[in-house]
């Protein structure tokens, strides 16, 4: 099994930044995709990005590209979410997951990989 566990959600500025950690434990694999996902105020939970564990492939959410960064670093079993330029509509709970899948139509995380999530706001 696997457990993630997120910080460094807070509270910033619009144009402000925050970085996201995701510490996995449990048994971790190259060929995983791990990512985060975020879910605001009234909405479903939506992707923001993912990566392969034992690759350097990256993918992210049009919403997001170009402002936030994810990262690994592979030795201390963790996983960032740099976010910059944070906007209003960027308030989420952003969770982890370290089992991330593409159906062909969206992307998906196990139901037994999730973290607990952790709260961003940007104040306007």
């Known amino acids: 099994q696997v457990q993630a566990v997120e910080s460094g959600g807070g509270l910033v500025q619009t144009g402000g930044s925050l970085r996201l950690s995701c510490l996995v434990t449990?048994?971790?694999?190259?060929?995983?995709?791990m990512g985060w996902f975020r879910q605001a105020p009234g909405k479903e939970r939506e992707f923001v990005a993912a990566?392969?564990?034992?690759?350097?492939?990256?993918y992210y959410a049009d919403s997001v590209k170009g402002r936030f960064t994810i990262s690994k670093a592979v030795a201390k079993n963790t996983m960032y979410l740099q976010m910059n330029s944070l906007q209003p509509e960027d308030t989420a709970v952003y969770y982890c997951?370290?089992?991330?899948?593409?159906?062909?139509?969206?992307?998906?995380?196990?139901?037994?990989?999730w973290g607990q999530g952790t709260l961003g706001t940007v104040s306007s």
């Open positions: 997951n370290a089992d991330v899948d593409h159906d062909g139509r969206s992307w998906l995380g196990a139901l037994d990989a």
């Open positions: 449990g048994r971790t694999s190259s060929t995983s995709v």
């Open positions: 990566l392969y564990w034992g690759g350097r492939t990256t």
